[in-house]
């Protein structure tokens, strides 16, 4: 394993019976201590790539380490590992906090750490329920307890806010990103929804059919990709300008689209330059962008 | 060592809860309970392993199905929920986990059902077993082999259907098709009068074969009562194989 890292997927190919070819040569590494946002459409490979790093998949070609061994062979790899898959399912013939329970004696801790993975997971009072018993929500809630109940130093999630509404989405999230901040836990998310994994990611891996297409700090995947739209008098001027700057432009009534460069002063500097040729900018708004935007290129 | 031993019990534990969860479980082994208990007060026979045979001969078709519908098949639920990605994520090696679904899905379940019927009949009839106890647990262990043969069949089938309902059907033809070629077996040699058939045909099913050799039906050979034990062992070693080398959810 190269020092710093937990997890490393070197050359992985994997290919399902059938022929699908999930993962073509992808390479990850995730440092100590980094949230990072895998990123991909449905069928990109996400999912198969995180059970690969789990060791609960094999791969047909290339090495994974997960925490310097290899997740396959050796099941230490997975020692202060949490999970949470994208469908929450946990075995229901228990209340979750029996089940709790039983999963701290599993990874090794005291069974007072079920108590604080019901609180941070934000379960408390739905504890003595059994896992079907829960709404979808809370099935989430309950899996993210599961996650965390062995004191990780890793969490890997697939999916963790899907079924959930929007302002339950962001309190997983930040939930997720406070355990980073406070105690160091090492995050790889997985979403198909870009900008909720942009709230707490530091890195963004993009997947497109089995293929890493984008690995970098947010900002960097990001910046070429932003839209902007600009509403100007006369817009015709404002494109002219642009484009004269290397900008692509697309006119729609009074404005004008682009994408921004990885440094918005040029953008700035070209609206101004715009003016002063007898444009009028009334004003310009940015908008994040898609995932398949993310991934086209 | 001693760590990965306590996770395997846990994660047993765990699984049990799941397999052994009502309704279902307890219900049978209420009703085969009280299906042992009527067998014993309408044959109330005095020798320890035709008790046993009596009692269980009826009841194995009704467990072996359970084995197949609720133990095995549960696997293949496992699979289809989920919850095998929750259990392979485990820092547990893959073939403890093997060894977990198969005592909690084939053996714990078979030691309960085979065991409920009976208690029921030896407690009734303790009279006439108490002079030969050793035949009662032969008998038993024998069925309880049996079972877990057949439950080993049926594991290493869930883990390639589709769904539950697929590994149900799959195992149960598997189960009548093996049985069927038992008595054609013992048919056709009997018929012809090829004893080395019939004595084939009876070390397919454990406690038929022991059944004959306490009767005195027929002179076994040791092979005949070693088949369906090695059997066993060799499938369910393949379902650890195969689980711990190949195996994906």
Redesign the interface.
Known sequence: MSEGYVLTLEDVHKTYPGGVKALKGVTVRVEKGEVVGLVGANGSGKSTLIKIALGILGRDKGSVSLNGRDPFRDPRAREGVGVVFERPTLPGGLSVRRLLENTARVYGVPRDYVDEAIDLAGLRGHEHKTFPQLSAGLKQRAAIAHALVGQPEFIIADEPTSNLDPIERSKILEMLARLNRERGVTLLISSHVIYEVMKVATRIIALRRGVVVRDGPVSQVLASNVKVRIRAANPEVVAKTLEERGFETVIAGASVYTRLKSDRRELIEALLEAEKRGALVLSFDTAEPSIEEVISE | MR?IM??LV??T???L?????PPGFDIMIVLLAALGGSLAVIQPLTQGYVIVFSVLEITMIAITIYLALRGAAGITSLIE???M??Y???????E?IAVVLLISRVLVPSILLLGAPTLVAVIILWRNVIDHPLEVVAMYSSYLIQAFFYGSVFALISLKAKTPGASGVISVAFYFVYNVAAVLLAHIGASRGLEELTKIANSMILHIALYNMYSGAYNLDLWNLAFVPLAAGLTASAFIVYFTVRF??
């Open positions: 760590q306590g996770r846990t994660l534990a765990l699984d809860a799941d397999t052994l969860k929920s989920g919850i990605n929750v392979l994520s485990y820092p547990i090696p893959r403890g994906e959810p």
